[in-house]
């Protein structure tokens, strides 16, 4: 190991020598060459009137090379230029001029040393073109036309490589085969890959083995184990690198990190978790209902983990049906019908679970199924008794006797305990109650004679109840026929009449009626014997005007048992025909008519009829409209309207506000209430000194005139009346708030006032008027 390492150091340093050679020897070739070249172009020009030919030169002079990223103290020294023109005495001065000159690159005037005074990057740029010139220092003239150059920077390893789209998600399906591709990374290099090993990358794995692996020179990441199972494990953090100076020993790397995805693929069979199911249903579970569910598992995802269910054997298979819910992913097992506990309690059955999708890759890593048994206990229940059949149909003759016989119907209780029957006729399936059922045997009988023509068939219900337990019931249907008896004597089914022409032919047939019955008449008319009621003319020709209709009597037979008949009455009506006879009229009107009066002279006596009325109408309409005083007022007339106010409050120890008791007057306590429309029975005294003065009014006297007519007319309305106030309430403090009372008072009111207030009020000026003059006149 010791004479590999040195040997190694000894190769370096031969390579470290080299280089110093080169860098020593490179500004006195690159002086030649320029000397070289501005000789030959001072040759081309330097004898006038000469047409020079141009050698071919056989090298290349015009490039410099620089290092990057340099970081010396000093300025590097990239090239010298001189001229052959350059005697050495100081009077030939050099000029650089072009990309970076005086900036990045500077020249020495006198030797022509060119020297870089920044740090290059050859990544920011490559290549600078610079122009040197020669010129007489004197006199700035150019002793040879301008040389163009270039500058090459020399690239050093100095940028890593990059991984620019990371970090990268990858996916590739479980149980792969070795060397599957995964997917290929690329990291860039920034630096020179035309020269030396400074951008040649080599890729590899620092994470995810022993899963994975890279190509060094591709960057394609593959599988590295078999058989990698999404079930046990479904993503891996894989870190790749990519390495630069071809991965030896003091290159520049960078990483990027890669997650992979296992995919799902159907390697995995569906498997009951349980051998044995164990399910229960009750015998009164109606068809469709759910029994019980089961899953067999699948680990693998989406269409690879579909389950379907299916009985493959089993002494349910009629009884029961699974399916599956997509959902859930489990198998539903369903009452395909009714199961019965006192039949069979119990069922087994073989579920299998298979995989709906297979990958032909893994056939044979099958079966993809799996098998369990299901037992079902079938629980009992109290269930309604049933009947013998699912409907009955009877038949019962009309007018049968109450109490027949219709028939019978039977049901029991299917449970283990047996329990007895009662029997009913619900009643909104029989409302006139024309059956009745025996409660304990289920005889159905009548309970009236029952009609066929009325109703010839009776759909009822009969209700079985179990007596005991929870008193279940459950219905039939009953459909009883009434059997058609004999009891209705044949009839015209319609009373339509039959025309007859005036000129019909003798023996000529008439369609009537038609019965299955027999018919027999005495009038001159012969019927068949067959069921048909054609009518025979047996004269010639009729008259309307001796006789326009003909009512002729038929008896009619029927062949039931008992046989039975009646006689009815079939019109015949003579009707006015042409030659073809058709009928023309049959009405006989036109015959009696008074001669002169047409349609139209009818239609106009009964214009003036309607006019006349509506005349009356609005004449007597027009009339009620007017309106006429009920009563003439005379002038000497009084009309005084004395209102009854009985709702006046009780005083200050009425406590109980509108209590109508509280204001009743005690004297109708004894059933007594005296008219308020006639004279009091107390009198009150006039005030003494009370006269009438002239041309006063007997008013005593008037109001009785007046009481007197209206107590004997009946019609006459109360204008006058007088009303007695003879309660005023219990503990009031104010007096009497009639007036009327007032005259028996000694009261300072002056009235004269009433005698300015006109004619209309007179007769109170002189009522009231009195106590003036009496004082006067005393």
Sequence with gaps: MWEGLGLQVFLMCLGAVLCSAVDASAPLEHSHRHRLSLHRHRERTGKEGQVLHRSKRGWVWNQF?????YTGPDPVLVGRLHSDVDA?????????????????FVIDDKTGNIHATKTLDREEQAQYTLTAQAVDRATNKPLEPPSEFIVKVQDINDNPPEFLHGPYYARVPEMSNVGTSVMQVTATDADDP??????????????????????????????????MDREARQEYDVVIQAKDMGGHMGGLSGTTEVKITLTDVNDNPPKFPQSVYAMSVSEDKVSGEEVGRLKAKDPDLGENGLVSYRFIEGDGMTVFEITTDTDTREGVIKLRKPVDFETKRAYTLRVEASNTHLDPRFIAWGPYKDTATVKVMVEDADEPPAFM???????????????????RVHAKDTDVANNPVRYMIPRYTDVEQFFSVGPEDGIIKTTRPLDRET???????????????????????????????????????????????ENVSPEEIFKG??????????????????????????RRGFSRMTQDVYFLPIEINDNGNPPMSSTNTLTIRVCSCDSKDTILSCNVEPYILPAGLSTGALIAILACIVILLAIVVL??????????????????????????????????????????????????????????DIKPELQYPMRPGGHPVANSVDVDDFIKTRINDADNDPTAPPYDSIQIYGYEGRGSIAGS????????????????????????????????????????NS
């Design 455 to 501: 109703l010839p068939w009776h759909n009822i219900s009969v209700s079985a109840t179990e007596i005991g337990g929870h008193h279940q019931d459950t219905k039939v249907r009953v459909n009883i026929k009434v059997k058609d008896m004999n009891d209705n004597a044949p009839e015209f089914a319609t009373q339509n009449e039959i025309l007859v022409c």
């Design 65 to 69: 090379f620089v290092i990057e990223e």
């Design 389 to 407: 059949a699912t409907s009955y149909s009877f038949e019962v003759e009309e007018n049968a006797r109450d109490g027949t016989v219709v028939g």
């Design 737 to 776: 708030l009639s007036s009327l009372e007032s005259v028996t008072t000694d009261s300072d009111l002056d009235y004269d006032y009433l005698q300015s207030w006109g004619p209309r009020f007179k007769k109170l000026a002189d009522l009231y008027g009195t106590k003036d003059s009496a004082d006067d």
């Design 194 to 227: 035309t020269y030396g090993n400074s951008a040649r990358l080599v890729y590899s794995i620092l994470q995810g083995q022993p899963y994975f692996s890279v190509e060094p020179q591709t960057g394609i990441i593959r599988t590295a184990l078999p058989n």
């Design 619 to 676: 004449f007597v309409a027009l009339r009620r409209q007017k309106k006429e005083p009920l009563i003439l007022f005379e002038e000497e007339d009084i009309r005084e309207n004395i209102i009854t106010y009985d709702d006046e409050g009780g005083g200050e120890e009425d406590t109980e506000a509108f209590d109508i008791a509280t204001l009743q007057n005690p004297d109708g306590a004894n059933g007594f209430l005296p008219r308020k």
């Design 513 to 538: 009626p038609s019965f299955l019955c027999t018919y027999s008449t005495s009038a001159p008319l012969l019927f068949p014997t067959d069921s048909t009621a054609s009518i025979y003319v047996t």
């Design 88 to 104: 050495g005495d100081g009077n030939c001065k050099y000029i650089l001029s072009g990309e970076g000159a005086g900036t990045i």
